[in-house]
């Protein structure tokens, strides 16, 4: 930065993958930006609202690390130490399983000036690409967003007894742990039947969705071959979807969104 000092980090939601899902106020800090910082999870089509800044490929992958997260930390100081304007490009919504709390606090203990942009989360994004409204005033009044994996030490995934007894259950990064999933909630007495659909790539040209039951999820997600990124949405509501599945009979298979 000239003159010392630092620029600010703005930690922005790029939603679950349509672009159109961005917010204005995240595009227009994309054109004003010097550097992006993306995530493997932001469609990096949106870099071309930020034709003029660095851009800089920050991705995980679910498996394969490419950065870990300290090293991600380390960029974004680095850049706020010579560019007045960083966006840090996150999938969905930065606050939301994303580490973005751990980014902003790395940013705070340095005294780097920052901003939270919200986004489109990938548990609201792809539940209304798929046709599945996540409450509805007949069938559920409550819906939870938890984690399926929980990170080294924390295996046993404690929450899933304690929140996930009722109401529509979104479950993130439940896709490698999918049969310890199912396990566990049918263990907590959600009924084998309970309707439950699994969405890969929501909001993208290639999104799938997959409807089951809580008893045979992992067995049809398995034939199906289905990866990561995805989503689970268990719950009555799922079952809404055969007649509200809009986006896959108008777009999906396409290569682009059409204008
Ligand atoms: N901050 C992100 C979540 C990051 S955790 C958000 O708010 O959406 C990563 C997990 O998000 C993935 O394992 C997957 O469960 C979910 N996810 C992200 N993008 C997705 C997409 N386009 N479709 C389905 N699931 C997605």
């Given at each position: 930065?000239?003159?010392?000092?630092?620029?600010?980090?703005?930690?922005?939601?790029?939603?679950?993958?349509?672009?159109?899902?961005?917010?204005?106020?995240?595009?227009?800090?994309?054109?004003?930006?010097?550097?992006?910082?993306?995530?493997?999870?932001?469609?990096?089509?949106?870099?071309?609202?930020?034709?003029?800044?660095?851009?800089?490929?920050?991705?995980?992958?679910?498996?394969g690390h490419l950065l870990p997260q300290e090293e991600i930390n380390r960029i974004l100081v680095a850049c706020a130490r010579r560019l007045s304007c960083v966006v840090?490009?996150?999938?969905?919504?930065?606050?939301?399983?994303?580490?973005?709390?751990?980014?902003?606090?790395?940013?705070?203990?340095?005294?780097?000036?920052?901003?939270?942009?919200?986004?489109?989360t990938a548990g609201v994004g792809a539940p209304a690409y798929a046709g599945i409204p996540l409450t509805h005033r007949r069938i559920t009044q409550s819906v939870t967003?938890?984690?399926?994996?929980?990170?080294?030490?924390?295996?046993?995934?404690?929450?899933?007894?304690?929140?996930?007894?009722?109401?529509?259950?979104?479950?993130?990064?439940?896709?490698?742990?999918?049969?310890?999933?199912?396990?566990?909630l049918i263990a907590i007495g959600r009924s084998p039947a309970t309707p439950a659909a699994i969405v890969e790539w929501g909001t993208y040209p290639r999104q799938r969705?997959?409807?089951?039951?809580?008893?045979?999820?992992?067995?049809?997600?398995?034939?199906?071959?289905?990866?990561?990124?995805?989503?689970?949405?268990?719950?009555?509501?799922?079952?809404?979807?055969?007649?509200?599945?809009?986006?896959?009979?108008?777009?999906?298979?396409?290569?682009?969104?059409?204008?």
């Open positions: 930065m000239m003159g010392g000092g630092y620029g600010t980090v703005y930690l922005v939601g790029a939603g679950p993958g349509d672009p159109g899902l961005i917010t204005v106020r995240g595009r227009d800090l994309l054109e004003r930006a010097d550097a992006v910082v993306y995530d493997y999870l932001a469609n990096d089509a949106l870099l071309a609202y930020a034709p003029r800044a660095e851009h800089i490929f920050a991705g995980k992958r679910p498996g840090r490009l996150k999938g969905g919504d930065p606050f939301v399983f994303g580490r973005g709390g751990e980014e902003a606090l790395a940013l705070a203990d340095q005294g780097i000036p920052f901003e939270i942009v919200p986004g489109v967003f938890v984690t399926g994996h929980c990170g080294a030490g924390q295996d046993e995934g404690p929450e899933l007894s304690r929140l996930a007894e009722e109401g529509t259950l979104v479950v993130y990064m439940g896709v490698k742990r999918l049969a310890h999933v199912v396990a566990r969705t997959l409807v089951a039951t809580l008893a045979t999820l992992e067995e049809e997600s398995r034939r199906a071959v289905i990866d990561p990124p995805a989503i689970l949405i268990i719950g009555e509501v799922v079952a809404l979807r055969e007649q509200l599945h809009w986006f896959e009979r108008r777009w999906a298979g396409r290569e682009e969104y059409p204008a």
